[in-house]
Each structure stands twice: as structure tokens, then as C-alpha cells.
């Protein structure tokens, strides 16, 4: 017998924007390669999507009264950026 077992997908936890399964900060090296595999021939909706979450994280940081993080950019877009 057989037994599959599904891998977890690595989602953010909101408002903290951590990942729900390592816990590392979202997007993790995990969801980041997820989603460059799943986005490969559209990278240019990835950067939309991440753009918009990267401002949902914002605004759930100031909603928290914390100072906005120097490296937002750099996490949530630079790196899906196509070369």
C-alpha cells in the first residue's frame, strides 16, 4: 500500500506575514520557488500579485503601529523580477 502525502503549501499567516509552515518570513524560499514555477510563463502577474500583497503587508504593519520595513521591496518583488 501506498501512502501519498501532500506537501504543505507555504501561504502567509496574516497580519503577521509569516509563513503558515515554516515560519520564516512570507514568501518564504519555499513559496518563492512555488510560485516562480507556477507563475513561470506569466511573470508579469506575479509581480502584480506580489505588488499587491506586499501592500496588504504594509498596511497590516501600520495597522500594528510599526515602522515599515526598509526591505518590503526586496522581499516581496525584486527577486521574481525576470531577467
Not at 520557488?33 to 503587508?57: C, G
Request: net charge positive.
Amino acid at each position: 500500500m501506498t501512502t501519498m502525502v501532500k506537501s504543505a503549501e507555504h501561504l502567509c499567516n496574516r497580519p503577521s506575514w509569516n509563513c503558515r509552515v515554516c515560519g520564516r518570513p512570507w514568501p518564504c524560499a519555499n513559496a518563492r520557488a512555488n510560485m516562480l514555477a507556477e507563475f513561470r510563463t506569466f511573470p508579469t502577474v506575479l509581480a502584480i500579485y506580489l505588488s499587491a500583497q506586499m501592500y496588504d503587508a504594509l498596511g497590516d504593519i501600520q495597522a500594528r503601529g510599526e515602522p515599515a520595513p526598509p526591505d518590503l521591496y526586496e522581499r516581496f518583488v525584486s527577486w521574481a523580477r525576470p531577467d
